[in-house]
């Protein structure tokens, strides 16, 4: 599937985020399975083309899918044999046996590649375009199979020379083991050998000898010990043979490398195939690492819309996630969102509450949302397309252009007022600090109320009062703010929407440690009306703590209510159904007992029109039928009735535990009156017959 690739602006290309961007890549490369793979996972770049992103997560999410079901996918035999293509495509190269090998191993892997899916018809639609357009190629593993045995040493059925040169040398290697054998047993009567007996110099097969004798035995010397004492001889003897299996070896050589140059030859025509193959093992490989990283932060595939949009459900950050987990530490989730009417959030709150942390995480899952990796934050979260992405965060100063850190931030204010449109997301951490407090603020203000005239989306960190108080009246724009727990003073990591947070300035210098009259010193230095408004947001932040715990209670009731109301209706529905149950048995045993009668009945006016003796059929009838319905008398039939309810009336008083009969849902017995009881089931209240209730301890 090849589709437009157009990648989001970064600016700065250099930043915190980005940094933490390449983290992401290398964590995904630890699961690269092989170079082509890693390849792929160094041009990860977060796109803009709506259909091609969804594509991307499409096949990630597929594979995780597949190893999470722990079904057979290849994963071996991703060679990269880069080298062996390059040597193909030029005339006239031979390629050795191990690269041969190479290439059959990858074949094997594409061949079970192709396998896989078409087993699974229609299961991975996305990840099976990686396939499309290409074909599986037998050819090129039953050539090399043709030459290469499994541990890719050429067959001697290469061709017909080999097999006679390999025929021949077979011959002459068993004569010159014959010949050597009868040299060694001469020499070990003459008391000549060393213990080591045989060897090789030079490619030349050699005795090893007694140095003080190799003048007495005829032969070629070829080497002597570092010690001096032992020489190596190639005895005479043998010379000629040896000769002999040299020229073999030499034209076994020759043939080899004449059959590889033809194989060689033979393969070239599948380069630009082959080529494909590489690329496709790169993707599997790829998406093979997308995924095992995806179960590592536990990523999910969200909502993917065309518009500008943000919506973040449990969202955590990625590398911090992985961080506390091997820390064995929870992460704390937070929900965020940003659509048209609310497109900029100003987060406030105490120093190392988590401002930042909830600003980077929303950048680097935006950015690899945008480069087909699934995210950290549940699959209900919503994600639209940003083209580009603005950065201020962390200390930008530049010794190379000698700016401060505040004027290389005026100098990122100013780029990002020229490139700002509609499909913009900045962040801006500690926006309009720097410098003098009131100008800075001031500053800031007016810059956010031009990135807010540009439709842009964003989210920014600050303490200035300023800020709040305008997020508060500027439509477009909300406050945010980390929690604080007053009574520990500890900040929370939770993030809140709606309301501004303190900075807590002077509980969080309590808490550090610093001499309490210091604080009192300094509180008398702040002006009234921003200790005021400080207080203030404190208060806020105090009651809407107490908000929270009476909306966790009230959550907490309206779920038991939820649950009653639940099993009220599945109560209901199971009382409906025994109650239809039992009027289906009775209308059966209705039907049953007409028939009878019906069946009853055509016998008896048979046997009447044949009979003479009419009486006798009567009687007949009469005795089988009509008296046995006598034994039915309703009189007989009310005293069994009474007798039964008087043993009744004993057993079951009010508290005892009771079911209907035929029934198994057990009551207890409110009341009884004229012979009728009010039993409590569950929920229900209901009056029963006492004829018809069974008690069940007793």
């Known amino acids: 599937m090849h589709l437009k690739f157009k990648t989001v602006q970064v600016f700065p290309e250099s930043s915190l985020l980005t940094t933490e961007f ?14 082509m793979g890693k390849e792929q996972v160094a041009i990860i770049a977060p796109g803009t083309d709506f259909e091609f992103i969804q594509h991307l997560l499409n096949r990630t999410a597929e594979m995780r899918q597949i190893i999470a079901s722990g079904l057979p996918f290849p994963t071996t035999g991703y060679t990269d044999i880069s080298k062996e293509l390059n040597l193909l495509r030029i005339g006239n190269s031979v390629l050795l046996e191990d690269q041969f090998m190479m290439i059959h191993g990858m074949m094997s892997t594409i061949k079970a590649l192709f396998g896989f899916f078409r087993s699974r018809p229609g299961a991975n639609s996305a990840l099976v375009t990686i396939q499309e357009g290409t074909t599986y190629e037998p ?36 004569e010159s083991d014959r010949m050597y054998m009868s040299v060694i047993q001469k020499y070990r009567r003459a008391g000549w050998i060393t213990e080591s007996e045989e060897s090789s110099r030079n490619g030349r097969r050699v005795i090893a000898i007694f140095a003080e004798q190799k003048r007495a035995a005829r ?26 299996i040299a020229s073999l070896e030499q034209e076994e050589r020759l043939e080899i490398l004449r059959i590889l140059r033809e194989l060689t030859a033979s393969l070239r025509k599948y380069v630009p195939q082959l080529q494909l193959y590489r690329i496709q093992l790169g993707l599997f490989d790829l998406n093979y690492a997308k995924a095992q990283f995806a179960i590592e932060i536990d990523g999910k595939l969200p909502q993917l819309v065309k518009d500008a949009v943000i919506n973040l459900k449990i ?60 995210v950290s934050a549940h699959e209900d979260s919503v994600f639209g397309i940003f083209h580009n992405l603005l950065v201020d965060i962390g200390d930008s100063q530049s010794i190379e252009y000698e700016l401060s850190t505040y004027s290389s931030r005026l100098r990122h204010m100013r780029i990002f007022l020229e490139r700002v449109n509609e499909r913009s997301l900045f962040l801006i951490d500690e926006f309009g600090t720097g410098t003098d407090p009131n100008l800075g603020g001031a500053l800031a203000e007016a810059v956010l109320e031009e990135l807010n005239l540009h439709n842009a989306f964003g989210v920014i960190t600050t303490h200035y009062l300023n800020l709040k ?50 604080i009192k010193n300094a509180r008398r230095k702040v002006a009234r009306k921003h200790l005021l408004l400080e207080k203030l947001l404190t208060d806020v932040q105090h009651e809407k703590s107490q908000i929270k715990s009476q909306a966790d209670e009230i959550k907490r009731k309206d779920l038991q209510l939820k649950e009653l109301i639940r099993k009220n209706e599945e109560l209901t529905r199971n009382t409906e159904s025994t109650l239809s149950a039992k009027e289906t048995k009775l209308k059966k045993f209705e039907d049953k007992v007409l028939r009878e009668n019906e069946e009853k009945l055509r016998y008896f006016l048979k046997e009447w029109k044949k009979a003479k003796d009419k009486k006798e059929v009567f009687d007949k009838f009469y005795r089988q039928f009509v008296r046995k319905k006598q034994v039915e008398d309703p009189r007989v039939t009310e005293k069994k009735r009474q007798d039964k ?7 079951i ?34 009056t029963c017959d006492l004829i018809n209730l069974v008690a069940v301890e007793k």
């Not at 009551?667 to 039993?679: F, L, P, R, S």
């Open 22 to 35: 390449e983290k992401v890549r290398e964590r995904i490369l630890r699961h690269c399975i092989s170079s």
């Open 139 to 174: 050819e090129i593993i039953k050539a090399i199979e043709e030459i290469l045995d499994e541990n890719g040493v050429v067959k001697t059925s290469a061709s017909p020379e080999l097999s006679r040169i390999r025929k021949s040398l077979q011959r002459n290697r068993v």
């Open 219 to 244: 032969g070629v010397i070829h080497d002597t010990s570092a010690t001096g004492k032992t020489a190596f001889i190639e005895p005479e003897e043998t010379v000629g043979i040896n000769n002999l």
């Open 315 to 374: 969202a955590r950050h990625p590398l911090l996630l992985l961080h506390n987990k091997e820390q064995k530490k929870p992460t704390i989730p937070f929900t965020l969102e940003l659509n048209h009417e609310q497109r900029i959030l100003v987060i406030s709150g105490p120093n190392a509450g988590g401002k930042t942390v909830c600003m980077k995480t929303a950048g680097l899952l935006q950015m690899m949302l945008q480069s087909g990796l699934l």
């Open 469 to 518: 108080v305008m997020a508060d009246r500027t439509p477009g724009i909300i406050n945010g703010s980390m929690e604080f727990d007053l009574k520990r003073l500890r900040p929370l990591y939770q993030l809140q929407i709606g309301k501004p947070g303190s900075s807590y300035t002077f509980l969080v210098a309590e808490r550090s440690g610093l001499p309490r009259e210091l």
């Open 645 to 651: 309810l008087k043993v009744l009336r004993e057993i």
């Open 653 to 686: 008083k009010p508290g005892v535990k009771v079911k209907l009969e035929n029934g198994s849902t057990i009551g207890v017995v409110e009341q009884i009156e004229n012979d009728k009881a009010i039993v409590i089931f569950g929920q229900f209240r209901t």
